[in-house]
Protein backbone atom coordinates (compact mmCIF):
# COMPACT_ATOMS: atom_id res chain seq x y z
CA UNK A 1 0.00 0.00 0.00
CA UNK A 2 1.05 3.42 -0.91
CA UNK A 3 1.61 6.16 1.69
CA UNK A 4 0.39 9.49 0.79
CA UNK A 5 2.58 11.19 4.63
CA UNK A 6 5.43 9.72 6.15
CA UNK A 7 7.87 10.83 8.83
CA UNK A 8 11.25 10.38 9.63
CA UNK A 9 13.02 8.99 12.77
CA UNK A 10 14.31 12.26 13.46
CA UNK A 11 10.79 14.06 13.29
CA UNK A 12 9.19 10.96 15.40
CA UNK A 13 11.63 11.47 18.57
CA UNK A 14 10.81 15.58 18.46
CA UNK A 15 7.09 14.19 18.34
CA UNK A 16 7.85 12.20 21.20
CA UNK A 17 9.36 14.93 23.40
CA UNK A 18 6.31 17.19 22.19
CA UNK A 19 4.08 14.38 23.48
CA UNK A 20 5.44 14.60 26.84
CA UNK A 21 3.51 17.48 27.36
CA UNK A 22 0.90 17.40 24.84
CA UNK A 23 0.26 13.40 24.25
CA UNK A 24 -2.44 13.90 21.48
CA UNK A 25 -0.94 15.72 18.76
CA UNK A 26 -1.78 16.86 14.60
CA UNK A 27 0.03 17.94 12.06
CA UNK A 28 -1.45 20.15 9.35
CA UNK A 29 -0.27 22.01 6.58
CA UNK A 30 -1.82 24.97 5.75
CA UNK A 31 -0.18 26.70 2.85
CA UNK A 32 -0.87 30.38 4.17
CA UNK A 33 1.10 32.85 6.43
CA UNK A 34 3.74 32.02 8.59
CA UNK A 35 6.06 29.11 7.81
CA UNK A 36 3.64 29.07 4.35
CA UNK A 37 3.48 25.19 3.57
CA UNK A 38 5.81 24.00 6.69
CA UNK A 39 3.87 21.46 8.71
CA UNK A 40 2.61 22.54 11.88
CA UNK A 41 2.11 20.33 15.19
CA UNK A 42 -0.69 20.97 16.69
CA UNK A 43 -2.41 19.84 20.09
CA UNK A 44 -5.41 18.00 19.09
CA UNK A 45 -8.68 20.12 19.43
CA UNK A 46 -6.65 22.97 19.57
CA UNK A 47 -7.00 23.95 15.79
CA UNK A 48 -10.74 23.92 14.13
CA UNK A 49 -11.09 21.31 11.21
CA UNK A 50 -13.64 21.22 8.16
CA UNK A 51 -14.38 20.39 5.01
CA UNK A 52 -11.67 22.50 3.78
CA UNK A 53 -9.45 20.12 5.22
CA UNK A 54 -8.19 16.66 3.98
CA UNK A 55 -6.82 13.86 5.97
CA UNK A 56 -3.65 12.87 4.17
CA UNK A 57 -3.14 9.84 6.92
CA UNK A 58 -1.78 8.92 10.18
CA UNK A 59 2.05 9.28 11.08
CA UNK A 60 3.97 8.08 14.65
CA UNK A 61 0.01 8.01 16.19
CA UNK A 62 -0.54 11.74 14.61
CA UNK A 63 -3.51 12.86 12.10
CA UNK A 64 -2.08 14.27 9.44
CA UNK A 65 -4.38 17.36 7.14
CA UNK A 66 -3.52 19.64 4.91
CA UNK A 67 -5.85 22.48 3.34
CA UNK A 68 -7.74 21.63 0.12
CA UNK A 69 -6.49 24.08 -1.43
CA UNK A 70 -3.04 22.95 -0.72
CA UNK A 71 -3.85 19.41 -1.78
CA UNK A 72 -4.74 20.59 -4.91
CA UNK A 73 -1.04 21.56 -5.44
CA UNK A 74 0.27 18.29 -3.62
CA UNK A 75 -2.12 15.36 -4.34
CA UNK A 76 0.75 14.08 -6.66
CA UNK A 77 3.21 13.92 -4.19
CA UNK A 78 4.20 11.76 -1.42
CA UNK A 79 5.11 13.91 1.66
CA UNK A 80 7.47 12.92 4.46
CA UNK A 81 7.75 15.12 7.81
CA UNK A 82 11.33 16.06 8.35
CA UNK A 83 13.13 18.17 11.12
CA UNK A 84 15.72 20.40 11.27
CA UNK A 85 17.46 22.69 13.52
CA UNK A 86 16.23 26.41 13.68
CA UNK A 87 13.60 28.47 14.54
CA UNK A 88 10.67 28.36 12.45
CA UNK A 89 8.10 31.85 12.43
CA UNK A 90 4.60 29.92 13.54
CA UNK A 91 2.55 28.49 16.63
CA UNK A 92 3.82 24.75 15.90
CA UNK A 93 4.89 23.35 19.00
CA UNK A 94 8.03 22.22 18.25
CA UNK A 95 9.63 25.85 18.07
CA UNK A 96 10.43 26.19 21.52
CA UNK A 97 12.68 22.82 21.12
CA UNK A 98 15.43 25.18 18.68
CA UNK A 99 13.88 23.18 15.60
CA UNK A 100 11.03 22.98 12.89
CA UNK A 101 9.38 20.54 11.05
CA UNK A 102 9.51 20.88 7.68
CA UNK A 103 8.27 18.71 4.09
CA UNK A 104 10.38 16.71 1.93
CA UNK A 105 8.36 15.33 -1.10
CA UNK A 106 8.86 13.67 -4.02
CA UNK A 107 6.60 12.74 -6.95
CA UNK A 108 3.93 9.39 -7.27
CA UNK A 109 5.00 6.90 -9.92
CA UNK A 110 2.04 6.58 -12.04
CA UNK A 111 1.80 3.58 -10.87
CA UNK A 112 1.59 4.51 -6.92
CA UNK A 113 -0.74 7.16 -8.26
CA UNK A 114 -3.11 3.97 -9.13
CA UNK A 115 -3.01 2.34 -5.74
CA UNK A 116 -3.46 5.30 -3.88
CA UNK A 117 -7.08 5.79 -1.97
CA UNK A 118 -9.17 8.28 -2.71
CA UNK A 119 -9.18 11.77 -0.77
CA UNK A 120 -13.11 13.33 -0.44
Partial sequence: M???ILI????????????????SLIFHQSGGCCDGSSPMCFEEGELM???????LGTVHGCKCY???D??????????TIDVVKGRGAS????IPL???FLIRSRLF???EMIQLDAIL
Fill in 49 to 55: LDDSDVW
Fill in 91 to 94: FSLE
Fill in 66 to 68: MSR
Fill in 8 to 23: TEEAKAVVDTIRQQHP
Fill in 70 to 79: QFEYWKHTQI
Fill in 2 to 4: VER
Fill in 109 to 111: TEE
Fill in 98 to 100: GVR
